[in-house]
């Protein structure tokens, strides 16, 4: 059963720089280990061990837009982001969030693991490549699938590296309202109506006695589960073609570049 | 003169009396008037059963709304109506309550109590889930710990009492529980370490009558289930209304989990009277009888499920049986004259127990505590069920619950008590979206083997109605209600009503026509053949 993440969807600290990291007085080593264990049981799901980002953004970086001070840092610990993915796993206490933010912060001062890629050349490769034919950068493109204008802010290298070489293993779960918790996003389903008109597309919203979804030609469809011949929800499968094999390492690479660099400014 | 006033005085009152709207006597008999729906599960047995046939398999998929009522303030919706006499009674979020008149749905009056900015609410949403009603009062709890009687025409406070201080996180959410001459009403608060209680009050002056604490104290009887001051933290809230058994004259109430919730290193034993039911005396408060379903709780698996009463034969033998469909993913089956065992059944996905034993005690799986990595175990913190009504159908001998099939990575964290803060020393991630799911399951209510099923895309927060027509009708997270077959399980109509239904279906008729009412997301939808 895949159990990625499940309602961690996205975005916790985003990555821009502004505020000056202050470390502030001395953290003793215990005091961040203890850190890197909570760290490790309730975050690296989603931020990777060590905070290198995944689904959800890398915090090893010495500033967090999100978090630029360490008040900022406590709260968006304390209570998440619940509106753009990132739930409060549990309550802490003091102790317990000063242990996570004396650890997050030290993960700043490590190296953040550079992004090789070339983001101006990955631009020229997106357009190439003709990625616009399904999502929307800056308002421009077409709306099949997310949208990227903000992706850099929300997903870490490693994700964007995995949705382009193995989509299928990458969708996106519960980081926008409809669906919602931790539901499969751009999920492909199969409709075959009554009268053997077969729909493929991506769902769009499901309760137990109707389904709608989106056609490969972005059309909406709505289906009443009882009335239709069959609906196979293609779990482990994406619409979006996989890069693998047909780009070069260097490319994936500079795609990566550009799209981390997308932060929602023109 | 003064005669002649003595004579006035004694006319009023006997008017009075006789004008009083549902005397206990009626309650009792709630059986025998489906027309009203006088107590918050229908009848004292919490059956959430309406013997009304006008709505049926044969003619439900033509029901549609007959009126709609929005709530003044956003929240969760979770009431409960009361009907009695054309009247509907119902609370809004936080703490208001409403009479409607049922032809109509246009408000006859409101209240809402003065509730202070800083009200401590923790371990729940700020809701309330409905109303008492005895004689001519009205009875609710509120979220900043009073117990509040109303006056049934005009919604006039005949008294307002604190039940306990809110600013040690005791609060009140659910509706009480009207007997002859008792309010009775639990507390909600064990996730800010409370010592939960269970008060009795006398509905015509709101003093109290007896307070029965679900934590003994050193020296009480089952303190030698505790450790050193863990009892004074201990939790054990009793935050959903319970039943009543009129001729063994025993009230039954759940209890929930202790505190804090889930680092049990601090209160290491079985943490009496946590996770349990209890049976308890409505004139003193005595325990006559307990049983606890989860010992030493680390999962926070509130026994604040609805015990539900029906009598039947055991074995060849007629048995007085009080069942629960346990958050832990149990349904249990106990004589409730003695509190003796009887059974318990797996009703949904768990994966923390091997099995209980003869006695009815959980041998638990190593390893599926909380843990600083988070431990994946099911059910999730909320449970199989949890607040939302099963029903009984007298005639089908069925409990219909709807379950909840997920799971939750469990976390432990370090208890640090501050008064009127968060005491729960950890937490969880639910495994929701797509890996989790729901059903409306009927099971036999003696053996709790299943009947049917019927299948939902989420787990379900709304409680569930059988009727005579043969029908079970119930809710989902997205907004549907829905009418199944009571003996198949089989969807026979459904609407989406636009918001996420976290409350329970119940029953009334009014000029000789039935309707079937719930909320959804911030109203109220009452419907009724056209």
């Not at chain 2, 003696?446 to 709304?462: D, I, N, V």
Request: hydrophobic share 40%; glycine share 12%; aromatic share 10%.
């Amino acid at each position: 059963m895949p159990l990625r993440c499940a309602s961690v969807g996205i975005v916790l600290f985003a990555v821009a720089a502004s505020v000056e990291m202050r470390a502030g007085a001395q953290t003793p080593a215990a005091t961040i280990q203890q850190g890197k264990q909570l760290f490790d049981g309730m975050c690296a799901r989603c931020h990777g061990i060590d905070g290198t980002g995944d689904e959800g953004p890398g915090l090893n970086r010495a500033t967090l837009t999100r978090a630029g001070t360490d008040e900022a840092l406590r709260e968006v610990i304390r209570d998440g982001i619940p509106d753009r993915g990132m739930p409060r796993v549990r309550r802490l206490t003091e102790n317990e969030i000063d242990q996570l933010a004396a650890y997050v912060r030290s993960l700043g001062r490590t190296s953040a693991t550079a992004t090789s890629g070339n983001a101006d050349r990955g631009r020229a490769l997106y357009e190439q490549r003709g990625c616009a034919s399904c999502h929307i950068v800056n308002g421009q493109g077409v709306s099949f699938g997310p949208d990227l204008t903000e992706i850099g802010m929300s997903r870490g290298a490693a994700y964007l590296r995995q949705s382009l070489l193995g989509p299928a293993e990458a969708l996106p779960r519960g980081s926008s309202p409809v669906p919602g918790r931790g539901f499969t996003e751009y999920l492909p389903v199969r409709v075959v109506t009554a009268d053997g008109k077969e729909v493929r597309g991506v769902r769009i919203n499901e309760d137990p006695f109707t389904i709608q979804v989106r056609d490969t030609a972005n059309r909406f469809h709505s289906f009443r589960k009882s009335e239709a011949r069959e609906i196979e929800k293609e779990f482990g499968k994406s619409l979006m073609p996989s890069f693998r094999g047909r780009l070069a390492d260097a490319e994936v690479n500079d795609l990566v570049a550009y799209l981390s660099s997308l932060r929602g400014d023109k | 003169m003064r005669t002649a006033l003595l004579i006035a005085l004694g006319l009023a009152i006997v008017a009075a009396d006789t004008a009083a709207q549902v005397p206990y006597d009626r309650i009792v008999r709630a059986d025998s008037t489906p027309s009203d729906w006088l107590t918050y599960s229908g009848n004292y047995q919490s059956q959430r059963f309406s013997a009304l046939t006008q709505i049926n398999r044969d003619n439900v998929a033509r029901l549609k709304p007959a009126w709609i009522y929005q709530v003044r303030r956003t929240g969760i919706v979770e009431t409960s109506p009361i009907v009695a006499d054309g009247v509907m009674y119902i609370t809004e979020p936080p703490s208001t309550v409403t009479a409607l008149d049922v032809h109509t749905g246009r408000p006859l009056w409101t209240y809402t109590p003065k509730i202070p900015p800083d009200v401590i609410v923790i371990g729940s949403p700020p809701v309330n889930r409905g109303v008492a009603i005895l004689n001519d009062t009205v009875f609710v709890g509120t979220v900043h710990g009073h117990l509040i009687a109303l006056d049934g025409k005009s919604g006039a406070v005949r008294w307002d009492i604190t039940v306990d201080d809110n600013r040690f996180g005791y609060y009140v959410t659910s509706a009480p529980l009207a007997l002859d001459g008792r309010i009775i009403i639990g507390v909600s608060g064990a996730e800010a370490g409370i010592r939960g209680f269970l008060d009795a009050y006398d509905p015509k002056t709101g003093k109290r009558v007896w307070r029965t604490h679900t934590i003994p104290a050193p020296g009480e009887p089952g303190s030698e289930t505790w450790n050193g001051d863990a009892w004074k933290t201990g939790g054990g809230s009793a935050w959903l209304t319970g039943s009543y058994d009129p001729v063994l004259n025993l009230v039954y109430w759940g209890t929930g989990n202790p505190g804090p919730d889930w680092n049990g290193d601090l209160r290491p034993g079985d943490n009496l009277y946590t996770c349990s039911l209890l049976a308890l005396s409505p004139v003193d408060g005595k325990i006559k009888w307990h049983f606890q379903f989860t010992p030493h709780d680390i999962h926070d698996w509130d026994a604040n499920e609805i015990p539900v009463l029906f009598d039947a034969a055991i074995d060849g033998r007629p048995r007085k049986l009080v069942a629960m469909a346990n958050r832990n993913a149990f349904y249990y089956v106990l004589d409730r004259e003695t509190g003796e065992f009887l059974s318990a059944t797996p009703y949904a996905k768990q994966t923390w127990a091997e099995r209980i034993d003869a006695k009815g005690k959980p041998i638990r799986r190593p390893g599926t505590g909380p843990s600083t990595e988070g431990t994946l175990v099911f059910p999730n913190i909320q449970g199989a069920s949890n607040w939302p009504s099963p029903s009984y159908s007298p005639q089908a001998k069925l409990f219909y619950q709807a379950a909840r099939e997920m799971g939750t990575y469990f976390y432990k964290g370090e208890p640090s008590y501050k008064a009127g803060e968060a005491f729960v020393a950890g937490g969880g991630r639910a495994v929701n979206g797509d890996d989790a799911w729901g059903a409306v399951r009927a099971l036999d209510a003696t053996t709790g083997k299943l009947k049917w099923e019927f299948k939902l895309l989420t787990p379900p927060m709304s409680g569930v109605l059988s009727t005579a027509g043969g029908l079970v009708f119930g809710g989902t997270d997205e907004g549907n209600f829905f009418a199944l077959d009571a003996d198949t399980g089989k969807p026979l109509w459904d609407l989406q009503l636009g918001g996420a239904i976290r409350a329970n279906p119940m029953a009334f008729a009014v000029d000789g026509k039935q309707y079937v009412a719930i909320a959804a997301g911030y109203s109220l939808f009452v419907f009724g053949l056209p």
